[in-house]
């Protein structure tokens, strides 16, 4: 092996690499804002102090730029949207109604048959439509047989990475690698090159999910365990001789510490008052008041009044008596990227007003403590963060309908368009020419976009918030830095430190050892970065051993895919973790020993399939 001395420039990219990757884990930075710096970085320094060799620019900040136009990327872009339009059509929803029956029926299989099938969806779209799609369902499967939902949203979130990784097309880490490894002139792999290790490994991984991990996880009450209306809406009579009797509203309001809100003042049948500050309140006035049962009977001692249902204006609430929310239901809604509340407030999207809901929790998904009251209204959503919501049915359903935010309510009703079929049919294209080598999966997946928007399946406002800004960054930057870290020479530097540092070890020891490291990696960074960063070091590391690059390529692959053990290292686990009541610690529960079975697994198969 020929000694390599990394150079002043490939030091400062590997510095530079360092800190990217930390800044990819900080939570309180945005990965697109994260992304955009260290581009800036990079490309500004090669601005000012070129990469030079016998005189000419070998490396410059242009060729930081080709990460925008890169293969890889327009196919993750194009099947990102082609994906949404299976989610906004419902094309999806004849599985829904099989798992659903099979819910009703035998849980036991039925968990069963929700992995399989979550597994297999995996593998030809992204599975963040496919969580979407099942989480309704195992929610209002939950509700209705009394079985605790944390028992099977996790398994069923990490089921959909497993079945993810048996395709090119499966996760956007897979199109990131081939697309990687082609450009650095290795092997073109088909697309389903490696289904067989995936399926003997996974079915594995899938088995541990199905009848060990349930009993791993403790019973966890998520948000929707209570699905009895929380604010009721009442009335307060005003007595003669009570306290509020000839006193202002400013007054009243006052009394109970501002707390109290007056949604109108009825002095007679047809006479409203307004709700100035001024005005006197009468005996024989009705306040109409929204509030939780407590507080609305602190009201009534406060003010000397009788409290009333909105139904009944004989009965006094008591005991015998209780508060009435007739047609009034909670619902979950899931943050989502896309979502019209995703990165903006509840005031700003003007929630109450546009969809006549009620917001009475949040549960954060990057929180430790489990539910945030207060004032909701004013605080940024992110995507994970669930939203607990009161309203009436038809309010809900609506919402539900409108397709636009993930609603977990307790039924398994999706959309459904005419176009389902349509989108199914145009999905089975994009899959089938990219599989038969008819075209490359970018330019399938672009035909198929185009099929999708010219045949109304989709609308370019779907299409738009399909994209995530985040991803296109992070994929575009970590790109480049393995660009610079090829360029500069210090993939190699780092592919000679490890086979070195690896020395009179077997390389398939060596391979399972790589692999390791790519799967702490991605549960700490984002697995795109893992991705593009490792597999120019993995090729070089084949090169120092005198192997065929491949398997060490797929190393790369799955070690960027087993982001099992914690809730940020992938989207799908956030959407999960609030959606199920799951702490920190349930995903270490499951995650690492989920993550051990598939590294020993891929450490066996991989140099029995690869002759290593």
């Given amino acids: 092996m020929q000694p390599i001395t990394p150079d002043a420039h490939g030091i400062a990219v590997l510095i530079l690499t360092v800190v990217a990757l930390y800044l990819f884990t900080r939570d309180n930075i945005p990965l697109e804002s ?11 320094g090669f601005q000012v102090f070129p990469y030079m060799r016998d005189g000419d620019v070998v490396l410059g900040p242009i060729d930081f730029f080709a990460g925008f136009g890169n293969e890889a990327l327009i196919a993750i872009c194009a099947l990102m949207m082609v994906g949404k339009a299976l989610e906004t059509t419902g094309a999806l929803q004849p599985l829904a109604n099989v798992v659903g029956r099979a819910w009703s029926t035998r849980p036991v299989l039925a968990l069963a048959i929700t992995l399989v099938a979550g597994a297999i969806l995996s593998a030809f779209m992204n599975n963040t439509p496919i ?25 069923m979130g990490l089921a959909t990475i497993i079945g993810g990784m048996s395709t090119t097309i499966g996760t956007s880490t897979n199109l990131l690698v081939v697309g990687i490894s082609h450009d650095m002139g290795m ?20 088995a541990f999910l199905w009848l060990v991990a349930p009993r791993l996880l403790p019973d966890r009450a998520p948000p929707m365990a209570d699905t009895t209306p929380r604010i009721f809406s009442a009335q307060l009579h005003i007595k003669e001789g009570g306290w509020a009797d000839g006193k202002k509203l400013s007054e009243v309001l006052a009394k109970a510490d501002g707390t109290m809100r007056v949604d109108k003042i009825q002095r007679s049948e047809s006479l409203f008052l307004a709700k100035l500050p001024s005005v006197v309140i009468q005996p024989g006035d009705r306040l109409f008041v929204k509030d939780s049962p407590e507080n609305l009977k602190l009201y009534e001692q406060l003010l000397g009044a009788t409290l009333y249902s909105m139904s009944d204006d004989e009965n006094p609430v008591d005991e015998e008596t209780p508060l009435k929310a007739e047609g009034q239901q909670l619902a979950e809604v899931v943050i989502t990227r896309g979502s019209p509340l995703h990165l903006r407030s509840l005031a700003a999207a003007r929630f109450t007003s546009s969809y006549g809901l009620l917001p009475l929790a949040l549960h954060r998904a990057r929180a430790s403590s489990a539910q945030v009251t207060g004032d909701l209204n004013m605080i940024r959503l992110r995507a994970g963060d669930v939203l607990l919501v009161q309203g009436t049915r038809e309010a809900i359903a609506q919402l539900k309908d409108s397709g636009t935010m993930l609603v977990l309510d307790g039924t398994t009703d999706l959309p459904h368009t005419h176009n389902a079929s349509r989108a199914l049919l145009i999905m089975g294209f994009v899959v089938l020419a990219a599989a038969t ?42 790109l480049a830095l393995g660009k610079a870290l090829l360029g500069t020479g210090m993939a190699d530097f780092i592919a000679l430190t490890f086979v070195g540092a690896a ?34 070091i993995a090729v070089s590391i084949a090169t120092q051993l005198g192997v065929a690059p491949e398997p060490f390529i797929l190393a790369v692959l799955f070690g960027a895919n087993m982001s099992f053990a914690t809730p ?10 609030t959606a199920g009541g799951y702490k920190f610690g349930d995903f270490l529960r499951v995650g690492i020993p989920l993550t051990i079975i598939m590294w020993i697994g891929f450490s066996l198969v991989l140099p029995l399939l690869y002759e290593l």
């Fill in 34 to 44: 994260s992304s955009l710096a260290i581009l800036v970085l990079l490309v500004a």
């Fill in 131 to 155: 969580v979407v799609l099942l989480m309704p369902i195992l929610v209002g499967a939950s509700l209705r047989s009394k079985f605790p939902v944390s028992g099977v949203m996790l398994p």
């Fill in 187 to 206: 092997h073109d792999f088909s697309m389903f090159e490696w289904v067989l290790p995936v399926a003997i490994v996974g079915g594995v991984g899938i």
């Fill in 437 to 478: 080598g008819m075209m490359p999966i970018s330019v399938s997946a672009l035909v198929g976009l185009g099929l999708m928007l010219a045949t109304g399946c989709l609308g370019w406002r779907d299409a738009a918030s399909a994209l995530s800004i985040p991803v296109v960054m992070i994929i575009v930057t970590a």
């Fill in 503 to 536: 020395s009179g070890l077997p390389t398939p020891m060596v391979l399972s050892a790589f692999m390791l490291l790519m799967t702490v990696m991605t549960n700490i960074v984002s697995n795109n970065a893992a991705a593009a960063i490792g597999t120019p």
């Fill in 568 to 577: 940020y290292g992938y989207q799908t686990n956030l959407l999960v973790m």
